[in-house]
């Protein structure tokens, strides 16, 4: 019969509510281009293509993948200094924050 994992759909929801939700809460005036900039920061899943399988529902992302180790996620944290790359850089550690709490779940 069909089944239902719920962890994975709300995975996906989460990365796409939290940065809306950041971006409406801190930078209203310009949400959309904040939320924009900050979705973009599912760019960094590119790295999973060099994995094998791709996908792999019980396998923790942090440390795994190259983009998701913790020189990246300080990388990341540098991009949130200057206020040209601020945006990216807050959705990149959503991003890494809501791939951690998953990592928790498994």
Request: hydrophobic share 60%.
């Amino acid at each position: 019969m069909f089944e239902f994992e719920l962890r994975p759909i709300l995975h996906i929801l989460l990365h796409i509510a939290v940065p809306v939700a950041v971006a409406r809460l801190f930078w209203p005036a310009y949400w959309k281009r904040a939320a924009a900039w900050m979705l973009a920061g599912w760019l960094i899943d590119i790295d999973h293509l060099l994995a094998d399988p791709i996908y792999a529902p019980g396998r923790c992302s942090i440390g795994f993948h190259p983009l998701h180790t913790w020189p990246a996620i300080a990388a990341y944290g540098a991009l949130t200094v200057p206020r040209r790359t601020r945006w990216l850089g807050v959705g990149l550690l959503i991003h890494i924050v809501l791939d951690a709490i998953d990592c928790v779940l498994m």
